[in-house]
C-alpha cells in the first residue's frame, strides 16, 4: 500500500473539515465526511508508519518509546509508545498515523447492554436506533473474527488450565485481524495473519486491520488529504468556522501555523481532545464545566503469572520469526468472560496476552529486578522461548471503575490527577481473581514487574475514557448524545461545527476493549452530521485493491 499522508506544503489554507487525530473515531470522520463530498484535512502528531516498518527489535522499540510525566519528558514526541507517568496512574496511548489502533491487542467487543442503560448516558443514545447502526457498520469495517483454531495455540490451552478456577471454560476472542488473504472493505489488500503475536508493537504483516488499514485508506480514496507530524495546539472561533492551530511535532520548531474550517471533529483520543478543548478555553472559549471530569482506566490491569508447570508460549516471535517453534496466534486468542447478573461493575473479562518480540531481551531483567525469577540465568543462556520464561501467562483485564479521575492542564500537558485510585475496589477483586487462575496452573502471581523501576507499582491503563464526557445538557457532559460540543457551563446550547469523536466521549467505563464501542458511536455521531447538514453518504465497499 502506497503512503497515505502528504508533504506539508500540499495543506490548503482552508477546508470543509478538519479532523484532528486519526485513531477510530478520527478515521471513521475523516470516510464518512470525505464520503459526502466534503473537503477533508486530517492533521496526525504521530508518524505514518508503513507495513514493515514497525519496531521488531529492541533497539528499535526504545527509539519509539516516548516519556512524559512531571518535568520529565525523554524520547522523541512522534514514537509510536507514548507512555504518560503520573502521580496516581499510567496511561499508555498510540503515537502515529491510525492512533491507539497501531499498538493495542485489537479486541473487538461490544459491552453489556446494562453499560449503555446506565443513566450516564443520554437516553437518546439507545433510543433512536443509530447505536446497533453505528456497531453494525463498525463490525463490517473493522471486521473482528475469532480465530477457527485458537485450541490448538499452547498459550489459549494454558488459559483453559487457569479458567478452572473459575468453573467456566474459555472462549475465543474477536480480534480485528485477517486470518485468511483479503481485499478489505476500503479496497487494500491484506495477507494472512501469520500468528507471529506481535500485534503490540504494530503489525508488520499487514494483517491487523488498524484504522490505517481500513478508515483512513477510505478516507484518502475518497479525497481527504492526510498530514502528519502536526501537533494541534488549541482550536480558535472564527466568523463561519473554526481555526486550527498546529506547530510541528518535533518541538524544535515554535512557529506555529493554522488551517480554517467549517467543521472540526476532534478525535486525537481521551488525553488528546481533552488537552486541546483544555487549552482552548484558556484562550477564552467556553466549555461545560465538566471539561476535564469522568476519567475512567476501564477497570485495566496488566498482570503475569510465572513458574506454572506448562508452557504458555507468550512471546511474540516477530515476523520474519526471530524462533521457530509452536505458532503464537494474534496477542489475544481466548477469554474467560466472568459477568455478574447481580452488579454490573463486578464483571470482569480476563484475555491471555502476548509480548511483543522486540520486549524479549528485556524479559529476564524486569523479572530479576524484583528477585523473582531464581532461573533468569537460564532465560538469558536459553532464551525466552526455551527457558522459565516460556512458562509466562501475561493476563490482560478489563472491568469496571468509578470514572472520577480529572485530567488537569499541568506544564501545558493533559495530567491525570486521582488520588486512591489504587485503593478502588476493583484492583482488588481483580488481584484475587487473578490470584485463582495462577494457583490453578501453578504458577506465582506478579502484579508489577516494573516495582523496582521508576514506574512503581500505580495502575496502568492502555482504555482511557472520558474527560469530554456524553451528557444530556452542559451540566452533566462535555458532549451531547451527537457528540456537538456544549458552548458554556449550562444548557443545551452547542458551539456549531465542533465535536468530539473518540474515546473521550465515553461517560464510564464500558468492561470491554473499547475499540469497537468508540467505533460505534463515532458511526452514530457521523450519520448525525449527516442528517443536520443534509449531507449523504454510502458505506459500500471499494472495489478496487490499493
Not at 520548531?253 to 482552548?280: H, N, P
Not at 522486540?358 to 533468569?376: E, M
Request: aromatic fraction near 6%.
Amino acid at each position: 500500500m502506497q503512503p497515505l499522508s502528504l508533504p506539508r506544503p500540499a495543506l490548503k489554507p482552508a477546508y470543509d473539515v478538519v479532523v484532528v487525530g486519526s485513531g477510530y473515531g478520527g478515521g471513521v470522520a475523516a470516510s464518512r465526511l470525505a464520503r459526502a463530498g466534503q473537503s477533508v484535512c486530517v492533521i496526525e502528531r504521530g508518524r505514518e508508519f508503513l507495513t514493515g516498518e514497525f519496531p521488531s527489535r529492541l533497539p528499535e522499540l526504545r527509539r519509539e518509546l516516548q516519556l512524559t510525566g512531571g518535568t520529565m519528558r525523554s524520547g522523541s514526541r512522534t514514537g509510536l509508545f507514548d507512555f504518560r507517568v503520573g502521580a496516581d496512574i499510567h496511561v499508555l496511548v498510540g503515537c502515529g498515523l491510525g492512533g491507539g489502533s497501531l499498538i493495542n491487542a485489537g479486541v473487538g467487543l461490544r459491552p453489556d447492554a446494562r453499560v449503555f442503560a446506565d443513566a450516564a448516558w443520554p437516553e437518546e443514545v439507545t433510543r433512536d436506533g443509530l447505536l446497533d447502526l453505528g456497531f453494525g457498520r463498525a463490525n463490517a469495517m473493522l471486521r473482528p473474527s475469532r480465530y477457527a483454531d485458537a485450541n490448538r495455540l499452547t498459550k489459549y490451552r494454558a488459559l483453559q488450565t487457569a479458567s478452572a478456577a473459575f468453573g467456566v471454560d474459555p472462549v475465543a476472542a474477536p480480534v480485528v485481524v485477517s486470518f485468511e488473504e483479503t481485499v478489505n472493505p476500503a479496497g487494500v489488500m491484506q495477507p494472512a495473519c501469520t500468528l507471529c503475536g506481535d500485534c503490540c508493537s504494530g503489525c508488520n504483516v499487514g494483517a491487523k486491520n488498524t484504522v490505517a488499514m481500513t478508515y483512513l485508506p477510505d478516507a484518502r480514496a475518497h479525497g481527504a488529504e492526510i498530514f502528519t507530524e502536526l501537533a494541534v495546539t488549541h482550536i480558535e472561533k472564527r466568523a463561519g468556522g473554526w481555526r486550527v492551530h498546529f506547530l510541528p511535532s518535533n518541538g524544535t520548531d515554535k512557529e506555529g501555523a493554522f488551517v480554517d474550517a467549517k467543521t472540526v471533529v476532534l478525535g486525537a483520543g481521551t488525553l488528546g481532545s481533552t488537552e486541546i478543548l483544555l487549552r482552548s478555553r484558556e484562550k477564552g472559549l467556553a466549555f461545560s464545566d465538566r471539561l476535564g471530569e469522568g476519567f475512567s482506566a476501564n477497570g485495566d490491569i496488566i498482570a503475569f503469572a510465572l513458574g506454572g508447570r506448562e508452557r504458555v508460549n507468550a512471546v511474540g516471535v516477530g515476523e520474519p520469526p526471530k524462533f521457530v517453534g509452536d505458532i503464537i496466534g494474534a496477542c489475544v486468542a481466548g477469554q474467560i468472560e466472568l459477568p455478574d447478573g447481580e452488579a454490573l461493575d463486578r464483571s470482569m473479562i480476563i484475555q491471555e496476552g502476548v509480548l511483543p518480540s522486540a520486549l524479549a531481551p528485556l524479559l529476564p531483567v524486569f523479572f530479576i529486578s524484583g528477585g523473582r525469577l531464581l532461573g533468569a540465568a537460564q532465560s538469558l543462556i536459553k532464551g525466552v522461548y526455551q527457558g522459565p520464561l516460556s512458562h509466562l501467562h501475561t493476563f490482560f483485564v478489563v472491568s469496571h471503575d468509578d470514572a472520577k479521575g480529572r485530567i488537569r492542564l499541568d506544564k501545558d500537558r493533559a495530567q491525570i490527577h486521582w488520588p486512591g485510585v489504587a485503593e478502588q475496589e476493583v484492583y482488588a477483586r481483580v488481584d484475587d481473581a487473578l490470584t485463582k487462575a495462577a494457583q490453578a496452573v501453578g504458577a506465582r502471581y506478579i502484579k508489577s514487574p516494573l516495582s523496582a523501576t521508576t514506574m512503581g507499582t500505580k495502575p496502568a491503563t492502555a482504555h482511557p475514557l472520558g474527560g469530554c464526557g456524553m451528557g444530556a445538557d452542559a451540566g452533566s457532559g462535555v458532549v451531547n448524545h451527537k457528540c456537538q460540543v456544549f458552548a458554556g457551563p449550562g444548557g443545551e446550547g452547542v458551539h456549531e461545527g465542533l465535536y468530539v469523536c473518540d474515546g473521550a466521549v465515553i461517560p464510564r467505563s464500558i468492561g470491554v476493549n473499547p475499540l469497537l464501542t468508540i467505533t460505534a458511536l463515532a458511526e452514530r455521531a457521523m450519520v448525525h452530521l449527516a442528517r443536520d447538514h443534509n449531507l449523504g453518504f454510502d458505506t459500500g465497499a471499494n472495489t478496487e485493491a490499493a
